[in-house]
Structures are given as structure tokens and as C-alpha cells.
């Protein structure tokens, strides 16, 4: 009987180990199952105590960290932490998961130490965590359950977007938006330390003539050299950036004694234009103009400030050629009579308000009027006669020049078949281009239109530019030029002398008839080197069949001189001032001659 229990209790006994090491072995896959899934997953899992010691890393933070589990498990988990600042909050948050039993329901963000990755030596790791109270039913004690996303790749491109958003794709430069946050920064900074700051507005003199004969391409290479050179001469904690265009802004810090310290600053980046700047095996000759106003006392606002300034750079272009200028509440007068200007003379141009003007040329020989130079002329209904002075340089600045430029050309056109039509004798017009009008893609285009809508003869017509605008881009000039050869439209060369004064270029380009400049005429009486000049520049361009004008002839003196040169024409106040259209057909109705040979 004895034997028989013994034998049933050793059954159920082997049956009981049996269930049992079952139940173990499924309790056994069942784990091995979760660890598979918890090292599989792509996140950051780890486990603390309520001392914040690490007691599970899985297989993803193996590999991220580059540290093993048996080596950081009971390690603090601050040992990953990189950021102090990161390492304090986390000591909050964690408290009050354990003591509050809060979740950290946002992610929490932070770099984290990974010094035996290789790859973390390289870069900076984010990681995105979440953290939460985690029971052990086991130890009867709460604990940390951290789970961490790596992000490092989205705070990255989010880094490269902020970069783009607050940076010039052309120069690299900051942009009006990193601008204005460092100008933020830089008012709390000054109002705390009793310090003044400038912002500066620089702009490239006549930068749209670079991009229209050269190209952009060359023109953003020509900004980014501009960009580099001001980068290096500032202060590291000053700021440059590139407000659009030609044109750049800056703040200039910790400024002392700002109109002593802020006028060496100007000069010192004023200097950087003395030098031509090269790109692509060219030199580029450029010019700025530089406006500066102080923090708080020109204004205390960026939009403030940086109008101040603009309309202090409004008055360094108007005195012309790498200048600065402080601004002074004077100059928003000037400024705004510039603007009224501006606004009115598009009017001008839609309503016809302009007005051309002719000055004769005069053959020397015969002392008939054989040619006339076409001059805008503008009666504004309320100002009266505005200075060509005044507003052709705005017209230049604003590209309004194009649109006047056209104007004139076809009025002359009109004019010229007019006068014909009333019985006075055929005379070629001369109507001055700008270089935005003569590099202009549709140029030709524009010539031929007027030509045709007036039924003028191309014969009528002369195109005269200057010397410097010649220069700017000899080949593309010379290719221009020519195409107006073909159409038989005459060439003239204005102001020689003032720029280059090279003979050998008058080879390089199809010149028909060549105008001295008055400058040399005014002195042709006095000065025997002004006399040479003249005497050789007639010599040479007879040897090259190229016609010569005497500009600004005033005296019968001037007149005698250049004609016993054998300079074959003669324009100026001699003769005629610029007058209407009206007044000019009277001349030719008297058929009137200026022969004043004497002999």
C-alpha cells in the first residue's frame, strides 16, 4: 500500500515538473519573443532605478552608443547625457515621475555621448526621448522607462532649412531676416552696457550696367567677392548681410565714439572698392555709396534705422563716387523731393509731358547747320523746368532711362520727317543712348520699330554714345554698334578724351564721327597741352576717316583754333543753345549760316 502512494505521488510529482518546466519554457519564449521585439526595434529602450542607474540597454543602444549593456548597466543614465543644461531638466522630470507619477508626455530633446561610435565623433546625435513610470512588480519599487528615437537626421534638415531661411543663396551672407534677429539681440545687448551700434547700408553704384553687359552669372560672383572682402574686415561680432540686389546691410557693435570709430570703419570698407575686384580673369572696376545710422538717436527700430541709412546712401550717390554719408534729419527733404522726382517723371513719360530739344552742329567750312543733337528737356506743370541734371541720373538709377530713351528717339524721328515734310533740307539727328538702353536684348528690335512707325530714313539718324560706356564691354559694344552700321544709322563717339583716351580703341569700333570733349575746347586757347591734344585726336581720326566735332565751342576764339585743326564741325552756345523744336525750325528758315572766318 505504502509502495502504491509512493508510486502516485512520484506520477503526479513528474507530471507537476513536467506542466511546470511547460509553463517555464513558454514563459521562457514568450521573453525571448519581447527581448527579440525590443532589439529589433529602432528606438533608444532603456530602464533606471529610482537612482536613475541604467538596468536594461537594449540592442539599438548598443549599437548607437557604441557602448556594451554589461559595461553601462548600473551607470548613471547622465553618463549619455551631453548637454548640462539637458541634465538638469531631465533631474526634474524625473522626479516627478517617480514622486508624482507624471508621464513626460512631450519628447524631450538631447545629444547624448556616444564616444566609442566612431561615427558620433564625427557628428552630433539627437535623440527624441519619452519618458515614463514603470512599476517592478517583483521589487515592489518604481521605475524609469526611457524610450529614445533618433531624430538626427531631422535636426539636420531642420538645421539646413533654418541655414537657407536666414541666409543669401548668392553670397552666403546672412539675409534681412537673420538681420533683424541679430539686431534684437544687439538692442538688448546695448541698452544693458550703455553702448551705441550703426547699421550701415552699402549699395553698388550702377551694378545693373555689370549684370546687363556681363551677365548675372558674373555680377552674383562679383556680390560674393563683395560679401567675402566685408565679412573679413568687420568684427567678429558685427554682422553683414546682403539685403537684396547691389545692396548690402551690416550692424556695426560696441561702437564708443560713434562718429570717430564710425567714419574709420567707412573708409576702411570704402577702401576695399579702390582696388578692382577680379573674377573669372576680368577686372571690374567698382564704386559704392555707404549711408550709416547710430543706435538710439537716428531711430530704434530696425525699419527706422535702416531707412535712416538708405536715405543717407541717397546723398552719397548724389555727390557720386565711393562715398559715405552720416544720416542727418535734414536729408529726408532731399530724400523725399527725390522721390516726388521719381514718381512724376514716369508720369512724364506716360503723358508727354518731356519735351525734345535740338543744338546745332555746324560745318566749319560752310557754316550751315548739317546736323542736330536731340536733348530732353522736361516743363513739370507745377516745378516749371527740371534740371536734366536732376533727373537724368534718377531716370539711370531707377531704369527709367530705358522707357525716356525710347521717347526721345522716336520723338527726333518724328521731328526730322517733319521738317523734311515742311520743305527744309534733310539733317541727321543725333539721339544719345544710355548703356542700359544699348544693352538692352531687344535694342535693335526697338531702333527698327521707330524707324518703320516713322517711315525716317536710317540714314537720318545717329546713335551716339559715350566714351566710358564704349569701354565698359568693348567686343559686345563693337558687335552692337556694327549691327547699326548695317542698317546704315551713323555712330558717334561723345566725350572722347574724359575716359580712356586711347586712339588705338577707335580701331575696335565702326565710329563714324567723333566728338571731342568740351573740356579740352574750353582750354584750347590757353593751355598748349589741351591745344596738342586736340590738334593730334583731329589728326589721327582724319587718318582713320572718322568726322570730328568740336564740342562746346563758346568764343570765335575756340571756333578759329579748332578750325585752323581742321576739325570738321562745331557744336555750342556759339551757335545755339539746345532750343524747342519750334525755335530750331526757325534757324532753318533763315537758312542761317555761322561762318565766322574773318578772313
Not at 556616444?114 to 561615427?119: L, M, P, Q, V, Y
Not at 532649412?161 to 543663396?169: G, I, K, M, N, V
Not at 560713434?258 to 572698392?273: D, G, N, W
Not at 531711430?299 to 562715398?323: P, S
Amino acid at each position: 500500500m505504502l509502495i502504491i502512494i509512493l508510486i502516485i505521488i512520484t506520477v503526479i510529482l513528474i507530471i507537476s515538473h513536467s506542466r511546470h518546466n511547460r509553463i517555464k519554457q513558454k514563459l521562457t519564449l514568450k521573453q525571448n519573443f519581447q527581448q527579440e521585439i525590443i532589439n529589433t526595434t529602432n528606438s533608444l529602450i532603456i530602464t533606471l532605478d529610482k537612482n536613475y542607474n541604467i538596468t536594461s540597454f537594449n540592442e539599438n543602444s548598443e549599437i548607437l552608443t557604441g557602448y556594451q549593456s554589461k559595461e553601462i548597466i548600473g551607470e548613471h543614465f547622465f553618463k549619455l547625457i551631453k548637454n548640462n543644461t539637458d541634465r538638469k531638466e531631465l533631474q526634474n522630470i524625473f522626479f516627478d515621475i517617480l514622486n508624482k507619477n507624471k508621464r513626460k508626455k512631450s519628447p524631450f530633446i538631447t545629444t547624448i555621448n556616444c564616444n566609442k561610435n566612431e561615427d558620433c565623433n564625427k557628428q552630433e546625435y539627437f535623440i527624441s526621448w519619452t519618458f515614463s513610470n514603470l512599476k517592478n512588480p517583483a521589487q515592489k519599487e518604481h521605475s524609469i522607462l526611457a524610450v529614445g528615437i533618433d531624430i538626427t537626421k531631422l535636426e539636420e534638415t531642420k538645421k539646413s532649412l533654418t541655414y537657407q531661411e536666414q541666409h543669401d543663396s548668392v553670397t552666403g551672407l546672412p539675409n534681412r531676416k537673420y538681420f533683424n534677429q541679430q539686431f534684437k539681440k544687439e538692442v538688448e545687448y546695448a541698452s544693458n552696457n550703455n553702448k551705441s551700434f550703426a547699421v550701415i547700408f552699402l549699395d553698388i553704384d550702377r551694378f545693373k550696367l555689370i549684370n546687363s553687359i556681363h551677365g548675372h552669372k558674373i555680377g552674383d560672383l562679383i556680390l560674393k567677392s563683395v560679401g567675402e572682402q566685408l565679412q573679413e574686415i568687420l568684427k567678429e561680432r558685427d554682422t553683414i548681410a546682403r539685403m537684396g540686389g547691389d545692396e548690402f546691410i551690416g550692424l556695426l557693435t560696441e561702437i564708443k565714439r560713434p562718429k570717430k570709430e564710425i567714419k574709420t570703419i567707412a573708409k576702411e570698407i570704402l577702401s576695399l572698392f579702390e582696388e578692382d575686384f577680379t573674377v573669372n580673369g576680368k577686372e571690374f572696376n567698382l564704386t559704392a555709396s555707404i549711408g550709416i545710422a547710430l543706435y538710439p538717436s537716428d531711430g530704434k527700430t530696425a525699419e527706422d534705422l535702416l531707412k535712416n541709412a538708405d536715405i543717407a546712401v541717397y546723398r552719397a550717390k548724389e555727390i557720386r563716387g565711393n562715398r559715405f554719408e552720416l544720416y542727418d534729419i535734414d536729408m529726408n527733404h532731399k530724400v523725399n523731393e527725390k522721390l516726388f522726382i521719381e514718381r512724376d517723371l514716369r508720369k512724364a513719360i506716360q503723358s508727354d509731358q518731356l519735351e525734345v530739344y535740338y543744338q546745332p552742329i555746324v560745318d566749319f567750312k560752310t557754316g550751315k547747320i548739317t546736323k542736330a543733337e536731340a536733348l530732353v528737356r522736361w516743363n513739370h506743370p507745377q516745378r516749371g523746368l527740371i534740371s536734366p541734371g536732376k533727373f537724368i541720373p534718377l531716370a539711370e538709377e531707377t531704369g527709367l532711362i530705358v522707357p525716356l530713351g525710347n521717347y526721345v528717339l522716336k520723338n527726333a524721328c518724328q521731328q526730322i520727317n517733319h521738317w523734311i515734310e515742311t520743305g527744309h533740307n534733310p539733317i541727321k539727328i543725333s539721339v544719345n543712348l544710355s548703356a542700359q538702353q544699348l544693352h538692352k536684348p531687344d535694342l535693335e528690335k526697338t531702333v527698327k520699330d521707330i524707324l518703320a512707325s516713322t517711315n525716317l530714313k536710317p540714314n537720318l539718324l545717329g546713335i551716339e554714345i559715350t566714351e566710358s560706356i564704349a569701354m565698359q564691354n568693348i567686343p559686345l559694344t563693337s558687335s552692337i554698334l556694327e549691327r547699326f552700321k548695317e542698317m546704315g544709322i551713323s555712330v558717334l563717339l561723345d566725350d572722347f578724351g574724359t575716359g580712356y583716351s586711347s586712339l588705338s580703341y577707335l580701331t575696335k569700333f565702326p565710329i563714324d564721327i567723333l566728338k571731342i570733349d568740351r573740356s579740352f575746347i574750353k582750354d584750347i586757347s590757353s593751355k598748349k597741352g589741351k591745344s596738342a591734344i586736340v590738334s593730334a585726336i583731329i589728326a589721327m581720326a582724319k587718318k582713320l576717316n572718322i568726322k570730328t566735332v568740336a564740342e562746346g565751342i563758346e568764343t570765335e576764339q575756340q571756333f578759329d583754333l579748332a578750325k585752323d585743326y581742321n576739325c570738321d564741325e562745331a557744336q555750342g552756345y556759339l551757335f545755339s543753345k539746345p532750343v524747342s523744336a519750334s525755335e530750331f525750325e526757325e534757324l532753318l528758315k533763315k537758312s542761317r549760316g555761322f561762318n565766322l572766318d574773318s578772313a
